[in-house]
T-cell receptor
Framework: DGGITQSPKYLFRKEGQNVTLSCEQN?????MYWYRQDPGQGLRLIYY???????QKGDIAEGYSVSREKKESFPLTVTSAQKNPTAFYLC?????????????FGQGTRLTVV | GDSVTQMEGPVTLSEEAFLTINCTYT??????LFWYVQYPGEGLQLLLK?????DKGSNKGFEATYRKETTSFHLEKGSVQVSDSAVYFC???????????????FGKGTHLIIQP
C-alpha cells in the first residue's frame, strides 16, 4: 500500500540531546513537509522540500535541521538548540504535478523531553 | 498572502444534531479546497475536497460546497455521531503545478465534541 510512514510513534529525549525523526513515503511525491503541533493548536511549518537535495525553512525552523538525499525520505533532526521541543510532529508529502493537490500525512511522532 | 479562517472551537453538539463548521479563504489564482480530520493522537486524514467553483465534496455523510462568490467552503453533516468527535482543518492549495509552503495553507482547526 502506498503511504507515508513516520517513526517512531513515541520518542523521549534528554535535554541537550539531538534526536532524528524519520519520514518515508512511497507515493512518488516530490514535495515533503514537516509540521509541529502543540496541544490544542494548529499546524506550524518547520521545513519543506520541493525536490531532492533542496529544502527551505518554514515559519519555525530555528533549532531544527533536515536533509533530502532521497526522494522517499525527509528526516527531521531536533537539535539541542530547540528550547521547547516537546510536541507532536507531522510529516506530509504532496504531488506537485498538474493541478492544486492535497497533502498526505503520516501518523505523527510525539516527542517528549525528559 | 493566502489564508484560511475557520470558526474557533471547541464546538459541542449532541448526537444526531446538525453540524456546520464555517471556513472562508483568501487566495490568488484558482485554489483547490480541502477538509481534513484529525482523531486524537493521529495524523491528518483527507475528508473531502473540491477543485473548482460550485463543486461539492462529500464523504462519510459530510459535505462542503466550493462557493467562489463568498470565498467559502463550509463543512456540514446532517446527523453527527459520537465517533465524529475530532479536530477538523480547512485547507487550500493555490499554486498551479507548484509545491512548497506557498502552495499549501491550513486553518487553525476546529475541535468538535459530540455528546451522547
Amino acid at each position: 500500500d502506498g503511504g507515508i510512514t513516520q517513526s517512531p510513534k513515541y520518542l523521549f529525549r534528554k535535554e541537550g540531546q539531538n534526536v532524528t525523526l524519520s519520514c518515508e513515503q512511497n507515493l512518488n511525491h516530490d514535495a515533503m513537509y514537516w509540521y509541529r503541533q502543540d496541544p490544542g493548536q494548529g499546524l506550524r511549518l518547520i521545513y519543506y522540500s520541493q525536490i531532492v537535495n533542496d529544502f527551505q525553512k518554514g515559519d519555525i525552523a530555528e533549532g531544527y535541521s533536515v536533509s533530502r538525499e532521497k526522494k522517499e525520505s525527509f528526516p527531521l533532526t531536533v537539535t539541542s538548540a530547540q528550547k521547547n521541543p516537546t510536541a507532536f510532529y507531522l510529516c506530509a508529502s504532496r504531488w506537485t504535478g498538474r493541478g492544486n493537490t492535497e497533502a498526505f500525512f503520516g501518523q505523527g511522532t510525539r516527542l517528549t523531553v525528559v | 498572502g493566502d489564508s484560511v479562517t475557520q470558526m474557533e472551537g471547541p464546538v459541542t453538539l449532541s448526537e444526531e444534531a446538525f453540524l456546520t463548521i464555517n471556513c472562508t479563504y483568501t487566495a490568488t489564482g484558482y485554489p483547490s479546497l480541502f477538509w481534513y480530520v484529525q482523531y486524537p493522537g493521529e495524523g491528518l486524514q483527507l475528508l473531502l475536497k473540491a477543485t473548482k467553483a460550485d463543486d461539492k465534496g462529500s464523504n462519510k455523510g459530510f459535505e462542503a460546497t466550493y462557493r467562489k462568490e463568498t470565498t467559502s467552503f463550509h463543512l456540514e453533516k446532517g446527523s453527527v455521531q459520537v465517533s465524529d468527535s475530532a479536530v477538523y482543518f480547512c485547507a487550500l492549495s493555490a499554486r498551479e503545478g507548484g509545491g512548497g509552503a506557498d502552495g499549501l495553507t491550513f486553518g487553525k482547526g476546529t475541535h468538535l465534541i459530540i455528546q451522547p
